[in-house]
């Protein structure tokens, strides 16, 4: 799987089924997407003869129920269109998504570091009392609320400092 791709395509690292052996899938990245690559040459040929045929279709039928032949085309290719997206949804029900998605929890060292380096490069990132409600939810749902209480209440003399003169994230340019 080591072999050169095009500029589009290229191996997947790493690449495993869902049993996990690793065999059964040829895998490849396109677009930023993981595909199996006999389903991508499948998709391809039902996609290609689902709106080939709808065309042909259309256009022999149009040609005979309309007088003018160019109007009889234009319509043909929308039914072209209307084929490449049934092949799309054909394609999506028969082969089912290759990615595998894993979940992992940062420590809370590396948050911090991370944290710090945040600190470092913009220096004051604002208060939590500046952000909006909905974000503050989602900054307790994924545990990163208390981290940076933590680092607002290490700075206390920048918190204290005035609304207007105390710097914020959006404010360096970052």
């Not at 269109?81 to 490449?84: A, Q």
């Not at 400092?161 to 207007?164: D, F, S």
């Given at each position: 799987?080591?072999?050169s791709q095009s500029s589009l395509t290229s191996s997947v690292p790493g690449a495993v089924d869902a049993s996990g052996s690793g065999g059964g899938y040829?895998?490849?990245?396109?677009?930023?997407?993981?595909?199996?690559?006999?389903?991508?040459?499948?998709?391809?040929?039902?996609?290609?003869?689902?709106?080939?045929?709808?065309?042909?279709?259309?256009?022999?039928?149009?040609r005979r129920l309309?007088?003018?032949?160019q109007m009889a085309h234009a319509y043909a290719m929308l039914g072209g269109?209307?084929?490449?997206l049934l092949g799309g949804i054909v394609s999506a029900l028969l082969f089912k998504p290759k990615r595998v998605v894993q979940e992992e929890?940062?420590?809370?060292?590396?948050?911090?570091?991370?944290?710090?380096?945040?600190?470092?490069?913009?220096?004051?990132?604002?208060?939590?009392?500046?952000?909006?409600?909905?974000?503050?939810?989602?900054?307790?749902?994924?545990?990163?609320?208390?981290?940076?209480?933590?680092?607002?209440q290490q700075l206390p003399e920048q918190a204290s400092?005035?609304?207007?003169l105390r710097p914020v994230l959006a404010g360096n340019g970052g």
């Open positions: 799987m080591q072999s040829n895998l490849f990245e396109v677009w930023g997407d993981t595909v199996d690559a006999r389903h991508l040459g499948l998709s391809i040929g039902i996609g290609a003869a689902i709106s080939l045929g709808l065309y042909a279709l259309a256009e022999f039928s149009l309309m007088d003018n032949a269109i209307v084929g490449c929890v940062a420590d809370e060292a590396f948050r911090a570091t991370v944290l710090a380096d945040l600190t470092k490069q913009y220096g004051d990132l604002g208060r939590l009392e500046d952000v909006a409600p909905e974000v503050l939810a989602e900054m307790k749902e994924l545990g990163l609320y208390d981290m940076f209480l933590q680092a607002q400092a005035p609304a207007g």
